[in-house]
């Protein structure tokens, strides 16, 4: 599987799986901006399915965290592997992004 973005709970929760990269960039990036236009409050992205992530989908879910924060709203990512959270760590965006342990 290339890449998958679920939404679980419209405007509320929105589950990535496979690998966010520059390929899956522009699909995730429309459900993340509709999922932020359809609620309010935390938006949750679910990223325990997450295989890889390159610098186009850090970018993708830095540019999801921006448009939430002109709606108003937060976002939390929850079930961060290891190796994105690795990432996160390097590119310093743990100081931008929250993280939250899986429910």
Do not use: F, K, N, Y
Not at 37 to 56: M, P, Q
Not at 60 to 72: D, E, I, K, M, S
Request: glycine content about 10%.
């Amino acid at each position: 599987m290339r890449s998958e973005t679920r939404i679980v709970e419209p405007g509320a929760v929105v589950s990535l799986h496979g690998r966010l990269d520059v390929v899956a960039a522009a699909d995730a990036r429309l459900a993340l901006a509709e999922a932020v236009d359809a609620g309010d409050g935390e938006l949750v992205l679910d990223l325990a399915g997450l295989e890889s992530v390159d610098a186009t989908g850090l970018g993708v879910l830095l540019g999801a965290h921006r448009r939430a924060q002109r709606a108003g709203r937060s976002v939390v990512l929850r079930g961060v592997p290891d190796r994105v959270g690795r990432l996160l760590l390097i590119t310093r965006l743990d100081r931008v992004l929250r993280t939250t342990a899986s429910v």
